[in-house]
């Protein structure tokens, strides 16, 4: 079993910068793949299937992806220990409020982010929830 604890999130007007953090309790996340979903607030009840990917990183191979709307603004990275994952996120818009959730898949890869790749998941955080706003 595999514990995933989330920190970060919060207030930021736009143009603002805030970082998240995801950690596996008690554990490295050597043999995963780590990827970064976001779900408009109020929705947190329609399941994961309404998560949306964001970034990805495969914890051995320190390789990253991310979806269009992230490029340029958002960055994933991951600890020395292999414990933790951060996803840096930059320029942000009043579009990027969301609850933001960190899920884990083992034996994972990260080449792309594709829309289903919530399915993918065998752990998830608790989520975090990013407000942008003026």
């Known amino acids: 079993q595999v514990e995933l604890v989330q920190s970060g999130g919060g207030f930021v007007h736009p143009g603002g910068s805030l970082t998240l953090s995801c950690t596996a309790s008690?554990?490295?996340?050597?043999?995963?793949?780590v990827g970064w979903f976001r779900q408009a607030p109020g929705k947190e009840r329609e399941g994961v299937s309404e998560?949306?990917?964001?970034?990805?990183?495969?914890?051995?191979?320190?390789?990253?992806a991310y979806v269009d709307s992230a490029k340029g603004r958002f960055t994933v990275s991951r600890d020395n220990a292999r414990t933790t994952v951060y996803l840096q996120m930059n320029s942000l818009k009043p579009e990027d409020t969301a609850v933001y959730y960190c899920?884990?898949?083992?034996?994972?890869?990260?080449?792309?982010?594709?829309?289903?790749?919530?399915?993918?998941?065998?752990?998830w955080g608790k989520g975090t929830l990013v407000t942008v706003s003026s």
């Open positions: 899920g884990a898949e083992v034996f994972g890869g990260c080449e792309t982010v594709p829309e289903d790749y919530y399915s993918r998941m065998n752990y």
């Open positions: 008690g554990r490295t996340l050597d043999h995963f793949a």
């Open positions: 998560r949306e990917g964001v970034s990805c990183i495969q914890m051995h191979l320190n390789t990253t």
